[in-house]
């Protein structure tokens, strides 16, 4: 059976025996016929509240905050769309741009080039959130379970605050999008360590798919509706990246509907656990590093036994990275045990841990290996994971170990596609 893994900006083709191989993939709606038509048909028959043009008041000055350049967000259509729709309402000099890089790197001014063209670059502000510049920062108080709140100056300081995303199942907040993108969208470097500490993380409705009673999401709502959101739009993608629907309005009412089409597109039930399974990081933009790919990681030990095998493929043409604490905080122990138990035993949260915390738990009870095409087998091995460059012949080695009778489940698009045991 050939199957072709979502790779960098590409597919990658691996050979697998078809009678101990199951394929789940997302069931995607069609495409919309015109991406942009569905975005401004969206805006104007939100899900509730009022309309964008009916939110804003000439002389207002508006924010908004999209994703940053590790997300597939289809900011071309969106970002222009919102502000046609803007047009004689609030003036071009009124609006900024907040990219909502959470505690990534802001991107660079060609990537934002790519992000959202030309025209939008040169009719408004677009500015990188910086989750480290103090004089950036704004004291909003304490929300949800004790959260300490610092939001973007810009953000804060605007009239009308519109958060944009797109929406699918996320290994620890449930889902992405909607109030994401106010925090840890647009917050401080402390209120992100908070809301991603090692209690938070290891709490079990922390996971693929739940937002009420994830102690994640919980808090992430409540900073959102303590500090105000006046408008937001999210998008559905498909598997190549394609707008499937769009939705608008109260941040609420709007974000619920969308995390129930992602659900019911993404979320694949399977009758028992596989002792291989391989999957992808759904292609880049996701799959541009090593911590991007722990989701990949996470999406296929949903459905691996214990002692079983997951097999990664992801492009990793920006490294670890080396920006952030990521690649640090793998290297300050020797075993994935004890990476996990020294996360678990701390009292500050370090940032990145957290993707070390999801990490190290996955391969406690598995081995993970990495096929890559910008990290070394050193560098790999520095991170307490196997290599490849060889999937098939990996997958048939891992199968022939396990049983005579061991199967294999292929996540072709990664943590799109959220497989999960009935």
Request: hydrophobic share 45%; with cysteine.
């Amino acid at each position: 059976m050939l199957v072709e893994l979502a790779y960098g900006s590409g597919r990658l083709a691996v050979d697998l025996p078809g009678d101990r191989t199951t394929v789940i993939a997302p069931r995607h709606l069609p495409a919309a016929p015109d991406a942009r038509a569905a975005v401004v048909e969206a805006l104007r028959l939100p899900v509730a509240g009022p309309r964008l043009r009916d939110v804003v008041r000439p002389g207002q000055t508006v924010a908004i905050s999209i994703c940053d350049g590790t997300r597939p967000q289809p900011r071309r259509i969106v970002v222009p769309a919102l502000l046609e729709e803007l047009a004689g309402v609030a003036r071009p000099e009124d609006i900024v741009v907040l990219v909502a890089t959470g505690t990534h790197r802001g991107n660079t001014e060609a990537e934002l080039l790519e992000m959202l063209g030309r025209e939008v670059l040169e009719v408004v502000d677009v500015v990188n959130h910086d989750a480290e510049d103090a004089a950036g920062l704004v004291w909003m108080g304490r929300f949800g379970d004790g959260v300490p709140v610092w939001l973007n100056r810009r953000w804060v300081e605007a009239d009308v605050r519109v958060t944009t995303g797109y929406v699918e199942p996320h290994f620890f907040a449930g889902f992405s999008g909607g109030p994401k993108l106010a925090a840890p969208g647009l917050a401080g470097l402390e209120t992100t360590l908070v809301l991603h500490d090692a209690r938070r993380i290891a709490h079990p409705s922390a996971r693929w798919g739940i937002t009420v009673g994830n102690p994640v999401h919980d808090d992430i709502r409540a900073v959102a509706a303590g500090t105000g959101v006046d408008f937001a739009l999210d998008v559905v993608l498909d598997g190549e990246q394609r707008i499937v629907q769009a939705f608008s309005g109260e941040l609420f009412a709007m974000h619920r509907a969308a995390c129930e089409a992602s659900r019911l597109s993404a979320m694949r039930a399977v009758p028992a656990p596989f002792e291989v399974v391989v999957t992808s990081n759904a292609g880049f933009p996701l799959d541009q590093n090593l911590y991007q790919a722990v989701k990949g990681m996470s999406a296929a030990a949903q459905i691996v036994r214990d002692g079983g095998t997951i097999v990664c493929a992801a492009e990793c043409r920006d490294g670890f990275p080396d920006h952030g604490s990521y690649r640090g905080e793998l290297l300050r122990e020797p075993t994935p045990e004890r990476l996990a138990q020294s996360i678990e035993a701390r009292t500050a949260t370090q940032r990145d841990q957290w993707q070390v915390q999801v990490q190290a738990n996955i391969q406690r009870r598995v081995r993970v290996v990495m096929h890559t095409s910008h990290l070394s087998r050193a560098n790999l091995r520095d991170a307490h994971l196997d290599s490849t460059d060889d999937i098939e012949a990996t997958v048939l080695e891992a199968l022939d170990r396990a049983s005579p009778t061991a199967r294999v489940c292929v996540l072709p698009e990664g943590p799109i596609t959220i497989p999960y045991v009935a």
